[in-house]
């Protein structure tokens, strides 16, 4: 028999479910309303379910009306924080550059990052001799974007070096505005030669040297506490899309998720420090964006070489998969994905595990039915079956289907049986 309890649990999931900033009141509505309409065809007669049916969609409304008037506050005060966050950035001393490490060891790469860039996709930071002219680059260059083609006009970020290239010796990084010589910052490092390795004598080892813990770069310390708004030393989910507007990507709520998932290693919900310069120093670069036409001047930049083309899926998962790996921004993810959705799959599934099928505007012929799950070619897959279907775990099962989405929290991709 079912009880007022009942109600009030979902009622009160209902609510904690819109507590998400991420949640879609659209998308979770439709599965509360179908849970309490199995609940309300368990009370005895017509009247009663009727009277409960209002009840139960009257307070649901209440639910939603509070969670939107709050989602609008919420957004509101977004938009506050990143103006401010806007302003202290402009606020900031010009561009700076730092390197990290500041000494980095003779043929090693090391990277170069950058705040308060012009945004211009042909921004770019050159490697000099200490003291020598703008002019003598020698090739060690490469726009903000990361390479030696114009990709996104970043504001802030990082680029990596080689380092083959350089010996022992006193270098300077020197940010520039666009193709010519308008110098905006400049940052001097040393680059250390190599120790050689000292032959030891087994009869007297010598004792192993002390770890010795290196400090992290006070640029990069002052950037995370930018974005530190409450100074709790950690970046919360507000703080991070704050952050992520700043840098120059307009990401949506599901994206941000998705980034904070990725980024967060020790899994406790928020950015700390170490998680923040993995960040920072992702490639986060759209190598499919178009060039800007502008003209480079003979003594300044060598010519870009062309561009690649996208390379395209030959319809296999593991196709698919492995062009996703190339993919940096989350957006370009999803977009990629919702591509494929008129093409299918077929392959054979090795069954290692089943799970009830859920989902808003599942058909008739899977709603009760099974997904199962297991691995094609070290893919991670899942399949929605019809219900019809008698299946087992264990069981190789042929299939033809649609590609829904990619779950990058638990690595796998969801398909529909056709």
């Known amino acids: 028999m079912v009880s007022e309890s009942d109600f009030i649990a979902a009622f009160q999931a209902y609510h904690d479910a819109l507590e998400d900033p991420a949640a879609k009141i659209d998308t979770i509505r ?24 209002e009840r139960a969609m009257a307070e649901l409304d209440r639910i939603e009306s509070m969670a939107k008037e709050k989602s609008v506050e919420v957004a509101a005060e977004a938009q506050r924080l990143e103006g401010e966050v806007r302003e202290r950035a402009e606020s900031l001393k010009g561009a700076t550059l730092f390197v990290d490490t500041a000494e980095p060891e003779e043929g090693s790469p090391f990277t170069v990052g950058f705040t308060g860039s012009s945004g211009s996709p042909h921004a770019w930071i050159g490697i000099f001799p200490a003291g020598s002219p703008n002019g003598e680059h020698g090739a060690n260059w490469l726009y903000v974007g ?4 114009p990709g996104e006009g970043k504001i802030a970020g990082s680029v990596t070096f080689v380092g083959e290239q350089y010996v022992a010796g006193d270098y300077e990084a020197r940010l520039f505005r666009n193709n010519a010589h308008d110098m905006m910052a ?4 040393s680059i250390s030669a190599t120790e050689p390795e000292e032959v030891v004598e087994e009869s007297e080892p010598e004792p192993e040297p002390e770890a ?49 998932n990725e980024a967060d290693a020790d899994g406790d919900g928020v950015i ?25 001047p003979e003594e300044s930049v060598p010519e870009p070489e062309p561009e ?16 996703l790996d190339t993919l940096k921004l989350f957006g370009d993810k ?51 079956m019809p219900n019809t279907m008698e299946l ?15 779950r990058s929290v638990v690595k796998r991709f969801e398909f529909e049986h056709l």
């Open 30 to 53: 439709p599965l509360v309303n179908d849970h309490l309409e199995q609940l309300i065809a368990r009370l005895p007669g017509t009247v009663v379910q009727n009277a409960a049916r």
């Open 146 to 149: 990361g390479g030696q083609q």
């Open 186 to 189: 400049t940052t001097s490092f």
């Open 212 to 260: 010795i813990e290196e400090k992290p770069s006070d640029k990069m310390q002052e950037a995370f506490n930018l974005f530190d708004r409450d100074g709790n030393g950690v970046i919360d989910i507000q703080e991070l899309h704050l952050m992520m507007n700043t840098l120059g990507e307009r990401m949506t709520p599901e994206e941000i998720l998705a980034l904070l």
């Open 272 to 296: 700390n420090f170490e998680e923040f310069k993995v960040i920072m120093l992702m490639d986060r670069s759209d190598s499919s964006a178009p060039a800007e036409e502008e003209d480079v």
């Open 308 to 323: 690649h083309p996208t390379p395209s899926t030959s319809g296999s998962i593991v196709d698919v998969a492995a062009h």
């Open 334 to 384: 999803r977009r990629y994905i919702e591509s494929l959705s008129d093409q299918v799959f077929d392959f054979t599934l090795r069954i290692d595990k089943m799970e009830k099928t859920i989902g808003i505007g599942l058909g008739d012929e899977f709603r009760g039915g099974n997904t199962c799950i297991g691995e094609v070619d070290d893919t991670g897959v899942g399949v929605r």
């Open 392 to 406: 087992a775990v264990g069981q190789d099962v042929y299939v033809e289907a649609k590609l829904l989405e990619y």
